[in-house]
């Protein structure tokens, strides 16, 4: 479905007061094309509607109609910069933001990020995905043991039972 559909429906979702549609919607849209910051204005737009500040804050953040209390919720809910960064889910060219406001808060938030250093659990999420892994074919080997140890001993009792006869 084309993006201008797509924005029709959201529109006309909004007009029935259907505000978790459209932000479904919405979101669709952002993870398709995360760089289209009249996307993140739109949903910023009906997260204000509902009063949610922290996501009004998060999508927002790099539009020129962020507000400082948007954008101190927004904080306040993910203090780890790292994580606001990722929240953001924004890879653009710095130079298309609409405004130097937008280009400064996406500056500062990367220069804290670089500055606190990646999470520690980013680090040890692959290690404990390659744990979890190689525990699969392990957990497979053991289960066909036990169904061929249960059918050896149903073979050995027919077996014996067929002697005994």
């Known amino acids: 479905m084309a993006k201008s559909d797509v924005l029709a429906r959201v529109k006309n979702d909004l007009a029935l007061g259907h505000t978790h549609t459209a932000i479904q919607r919405l979101r669709t849209l952002v993870a398709v094309d995360p760089n289209d910051l009249e996307l993140h204005r739109l949903l910023a737009e009906v997260y204000r509607q509902t009063g949610n500040l922290v996501e009004a804050g998060r999508w927002s953040f790099l539009t020129e109609d962020a507000r400082p209390e948007e954008l101190a919720a927004f904080e306040r809910a993910n203090p780890d910069p790292w994580l606001r960064l990722r929240l953001i889910r924004w890879n653009g060219d710095p130079a ?7 280009w400064s808060r996406l500056w500062a938030l990367r220069q804290a990020a670089e500055r606190a250093g990646p999470p520690d ?22 289960a066909a043991l036990v169904v061929l140890g249960a059918l050896g001993a149903i073979g050995v009792v027919r077996a014996i039972s067929m002697l005994l006869l």
């Open 121 to 142: 659990r980013w680090q040890h999420d692959d290690q404990a995905a390659t744990t979890a892994s190689s525990r699969i074919p392990c957990l497979f080997v053991t």
């Open 96 to 102: 298309t933001l609409p405004d130097k406001a937008a």
